[in-house]
């Protein structure tokens, strides 16, 4: 009796315990991306907005890595520190981070400007390279799958993060359909509810990208680290 008790007040202290460290890194989360909600909610995506939602946008990529480099902590240490953790990880990786986030945000941007203006007229060749820049738009967000954990988590330069993620993108493709998939599942939901979603389960979403790619991430600890 006593043994089932330990172990139900195991589990239940498991639980309650990620739920806190889930809760109080997703709002740290939101803290650091309120430029980005509040042009969310103000402007509308039209070219004209685009300058200021991309400057909106740059804290979000140190924010994303703090969160990574949290998740692979719980994921290998099955306990966090969330505040002291969350803030380190923002801290120690904000320059890296935004090295490679900017120019991955200037790509992204502008090839969703191309896409729109693929899309005013529906020709066949406009319809061509509409699906071009799409699957453009879907690799780069397969790299940064990589790009944000791999800077999380090591100091490599500029270009060697480049590399690996994009090298990994080929070579683990069951992960990299596995982080696809999750983003997927993730969208459908805010489809089905709210476009608020993801920053509701921003720490949730994290954590289970940094699970399917842990082994991306040995074996980058393992071959490409003394």
């Given amino acids: 009796m006593n043994k089932q ?22 709002i740290y989360f939101v803290f650091c991306n309120l430029i980005f909600l509040i042009a969310f909610m103000t402007l509308e995506p039209e070219l004209s907005n685009m300058i200021l939602i991309f400057i909106a946008l740059i804290p979000t990529g140190p924010a994303i890595t703090a969160l990574c480099y949290v998740m ?63 699957v453009g738009l879907g690799f780069l967000i397969c790299i940064l799958l990589y790009v944000f954990p791999i800077t999380a988590k090591f100091k490599f330069r500029m270009r060697d993060v480049f590399k690996l993620s994009f090298y990994y993108s080929f070579k683990k493709l069951k992960i990299t359909t596995g982080n696809i998939g999750i983003l997927i599942i993730a969208l459908f939901l805010m489809i089905i509810t709210t476009d608020f979603l993801f920053i509701i389960i921003a720490s949730v979403l994290s954590y289970v990208l940094t699970l399917n790619s842990r082994a991306v991430i040995d074996d980058i600890e393992e071959n490409y680290t003394k």
């Fill in 72 to 134: 692979d902590k719980l994921v290998r240490e099955k306990e966090i520190s969330p505040t002291r953790d969350f803030f380190y990880g923002y801290k120690i990786n904000f320059k890296d981070t935004l090295k490679v986030w900017l120019p991955m945000l200037a790509a992204i941007f502008i090839l969703i400007i191309d896409l729109q203006y693929f899309y005013q007229e529906s020709t066949k060749i406009n319809q061509i390279m509409a699906i071009v820049f799409l």
């Fill in 5 to 26: 008790q330990e172990f139900g007040q195991g589990i239940l202290s498991v639980v309650t315990n990620h739920i806190y460290w889930f809760m109080l890194t997703n």
